[in-house]
């Protein structure tokens, strides 16, 4: 398998990754934040999660759309950095709160995939 195919299957999965947290974070708010673990998202707030998920939800377009189009095919790795480092304030923002350890282990999950996809758009395949 070619690092190119890699990196379209990394681009694919974390962009499904996150327009499903932006769904949650957005559309999906009110009923994502009574679920048990999630009820960290009524302490942060409905117009701030609506906020962090149409940025999470632009920065799946981004892993996708400018690659696909050939259109500033740039941005692709430049929303894989942006989406690392999303990842990065939420890992901190769980990590600072008593019980939600369990949180950070996606954090650092879609972190170390939005890098790889970064990294290799930047320097190993890049368009």
């Known amino acids: 398998m070619g690092a190119n195919l890699l990196l379209w299957i990394g681009q694919i999965l974390l962009a499904l990754a996150f327009l499903v947290d932006g769904y949650i974070h957005t559309i999906g708010f009110d009923r ?4 048990p ?3 960290w998202l009524a302490d ?4 701030r999660m609506r906020i962090i998920g149409g940025l ?5 377009i981004g892993l996708i759309l400018p690659a696909v189009t050939g259109i500033l095919p740039w941005l692709t790795p430049v ?3 942006c989406l690392a480092m999303v990842m990065v304030l939420a890992a901190a923002f769980h990590l600072r709160r008593a019980g939600e350890g369990q949180n950070i282990v996606l954090n650092v999950i879609l972190f170390a995939i939005a890098v790889l996809v970064a990294y290799g758009r930047f320097v190993v395949a890049p368009f």
Not at 32 to 35: A, I, L, Y
Not at 44 to 47: A, F, N, Q, T
Not at 56 to 60: D, H, I, N, P, R
């Open 32 to 35: 994502s934040s009574v679920q």
């Open 56 to 60: 999470e939800t632009l920065g799946a």
């Open 44 to 47: 942060v707030g409905r117009d």
């Open 37 to 39: 673990g999630m009820t």
């Open 79 to 81: 929303a894989a950095s």
